[in-house]
């Protein structure tokens, strides 16, 4: 890797347990305000009809959240971005419900649940949603997930010259696959990566790899949630981002490969 | 963007293991599907299913990785010698350098459909012996894979259902492009599963029969499964017969879960883009690979975009008759397919097609038959809206 991956960080949108929103996250951040962890609050999507609103699931719910904040940041008009949506999982309640009705004698499953079962459903509902047609991909790559995310999303603006918005998510499995897949709660980031600095451009950030280990968090709770949500992993990243701080940190990929961003503020 | 090589390919599906079989079946006109009898699965359809697979054993080290899908994905791996050539390139650039891009829709997840028959009778626990990171999760054919190799550049699983890995091809070009690796390893595997069989079936969406793609009487599609590779990289030294990536169109419908945009505005566009990427213009094609599952709404739809952008010029195809449908590895199926036509002058038929759907005024070839072809396109659709289309070129 090189240090060709280069964009402008022109909006934030964030949701995890215990924090709202991008603005409540920045104040934890900062050290304005104190993390109390709390399970998720999923805000019900405006932006989608009521009778599909009703029937949301839980990561359609964070991933329209946490996109259309950040692309509300940045005033950039959703039916045009470009998507790269990067989970660890796809739907856990649905998998797990697939998953038991096929171990009964009545393998009838539901179409709309098999239909919510793929990777890429929540992408899926933001492209009816966002009536947005542009390029739309989904990656998983594990606990390396925010990683994989970025690299691509980064190559896209690189060298399509567009905005690309990242939104980065995971959600929860119910037991038994919780047990062997403990992730906590739905959460996620989404940044708007754009090509060139505009007047709500946070930062523009510089990707490269290193074998450094990855930046940790002072507040142990807080670095109990960057560990166990993959998209979490992107906590020391965000928290330079909210306290305006330039130079570089080393975010968690693939092991022995990780990921330096170097960050210059605006 | 600038024209990459795949400097080796490799494909194994119910037509059989490797190039060879498959340019045979191809060439006969031959269909690898079956009436469905796997596992404990009841339902009256055909499915394309690898043979063998079970037998394959992954190396011990790798032994918590063991599933279908992995032995599939190994046994496509050492392929055509797909597997030396890898391990040149990763002498020839370093294992940093080389990085892995694998598409799948379900990767093994039927490893969990089997354990939740196995689940504790007091606790519910899930047995000891399964593995959720190395089977189940959707990342696990690609990191299988890096492990395998023991390489260490960018590595991603890409699922976007049945487009997943065509959108390989646009993923790894992109990082190539940029510097970032100098070698990729894409491609897809997918593995018969319930989820995806009673699924389809749910959404009767499967057919009673093998499949029929652009037949006016075609009721549904074939479930098959499938592994296929290719080493990208920049070109150096082309020899006649080389085959090239040469563009890409990656787009979004907007518009249905599981239901194609009814005019496929979705589709063409993802077919223009593709053009665009690759400097050519719809008169430089000579011949589509059809994502055509044969489903009525599907071909429907795939059809009036071939229509609207080539009218009836271009020779098109959909090979999943041959094949069924391997879902997440359909993009690298059939790009495979793409770079045999390109290398042969083999323009693939579609077996279980008897005639052409009227409403869809295009030239589909029924009949395989030799034919000059110097750049192509391949089409794959998948749920939520994801469309790809790569544009391939041969060297003369």
């Known amino acids: 890797m090189n240090a060709s991956l280069t964009a402008w960080i022109s909006g934030i949108g964030f949701l995890a347990p215990g924090l709202a929103d991008w603005p409540a996250t920045r104040a934890v951040l900062r050290g304005e305000a104190d993390f109390v962890e709390a399970p998720t609050i999923l805000p019900a999507p405006a932006i989608l009809p009521p009778a599909e609103r009703r029937r949301a699931s839980r990561v359609v719910k964070l991933t329209l959240a946490i996109g259309l904040e950040a692309a509300a940041h940045a005033q950039a008009d959703v039916s045009t971005l470009a998507t790269v949506f990067s989970a660890s999982g796809a739907d856990g309640h649905t998998c797990h419900a697939l998953c038991e009705q096929l171990a009964s004698d009545d393998r009838q499953i539901s179409p709309t649940r098999f239909t919510n079962s793929v990777h890429n ?30 690299i691509d999303a980064l190559g896209q603006v690189t060298l399509d010259h567009q905005p690309t918005l990242l939104i980065s998510y995971d959600s929860e499995y119910p037991e038994p696959l919780h047990a062997v897949r403990p992730i906590p709660d739905v959460a996620g980031v989404a940044l708007l990566l754009t090509p060139e600095r505009s007047e709500h451009s946070l930062a523009q950030i510089s990707v490269a790899a290193s074998t450094a280990p990855a930046a940790t968090l002072t507040d142990p709770a807080l670095e109990i949630q960057r560990l166990a949500i993959p998209a979490l992993r992107s906590l020391p990243l965000l928290q330079m981002l909210a306290r305006g701080e330039g130079g570089a940190v080393v975010l968690d990929y693939l092991a022995p490969t990780q990921l330096q961003v170097t960050v210059t503020p605006c | 963007m600038t024209p990459l090589l795949l400097s080796h390919y490799t494909a194994t599906t119910c037509l059989g293991r490797g190039l060879d079989a498959t340019r045979a079946a191809l060439h006969d006109g031959r269909s690898g599907l079956a009436p469905c009898a796997f596992e404990t699965v009841r339902l009256d359809t055909w499915i394309g299913e690898v043979a063998g697979v079970d037998d394959i054993r992954l190396p011990a080290p790798l032994a918590r990785y063991d599933c279908r899908n992995n032995r599939l994905t190994l046994m496509g791996l050492e392929t055509d010698g797909f597997a030396e050539r890898v391990r040149l390139a990763i002498e020839r650039y370093g294992r940093d350098r080389v990085g892995v891009f694998l598409g799948t829709s379900t990767a093994g997840i039927l490893q969990t459909e089997l354990a939740y028959r196995r689940r504790d009778p007091v606790s519910g626990a899930l047995p000891a012996d399964f593995h959720y990171r190395t089977t189940h999760n959707s990342f696990s054919l690609a990191e299988f894979t890096r492990a395998y190799f023991d390489i260490t ?27 970032t690796i100098d070698a990729a390893i894409v491609g897809g595997v997918d593995t018969l599963c319930l989820t995806t069989l009673y699924g389809f079936s749910s959404l009767e969406l499967t057919s009673p029969l093998p499949c029929r793609p652009y037949d006016p009487a075609r009721n549904g599609i074939s479930v098959g499964e499938g592994a296929a590779f290719a080493l990208l990289e920049r070109p150096a030294g082309l020899l006649p017969g080389s085959v090239l990536l040469l563009g890409t169109g990656e787009s979004s419908d907007a518009y249905h879960m599981s239901s194609p945009h009814p005019d496929g505005l979705g589709a063409r566009m993802a077919m223009s883009a593709a053009l665009r990427s690759a400097g050519l213009t719809a008169a430089d094609i000579d011949y589509i690979n059809l994502h055509g599952t044969s489903t009525p709404a599907n071909d429907a739809a795939e059809g009036k975009a071939i229509a609207g952008l080539f009218g009836d010029r271009v020779a098109c195809s959909s090979t999943k008759g041959a094949t069924g449908h391997t879902l997440g590895a359909a993009g690298a199926v059939e790009a495979v397919i793409c770079a045999l036509a390109l290398r042969e002058g083999l323009l693939p038929g579609s077996p279980g097609t008897a005639t052409l759907d009227p409403t869809l005024p295009i030239q589909y070839v029924l009949r395989s038959r030799p034919a000059r072809i110097r750049q192509v396109l391949s089409n794959s659709f998948g749920f939520g809206g994801s469309n790809c289309s790569l544009a391939f070129g041969v060297a003369e």
């Open chain 1, 121 to 150: 459903a929540a992408a899926g509902y933001w492209g009816i949603a966002t009536r947005a047609m542009a390029p739309c991909q989904v990656i998983c790559a594990y606990d390396a997930t925010f990683g994989a995310g970025l």
């Open chain 2, 153 to 179: 550049g960018i590595t991603m699983a890409i699922s976007t259902a049945c487009s997943s890995s065509a959108k390989v091809f646009a993923a790894a070009a992109r990082q190539l492009a940029l510097g």
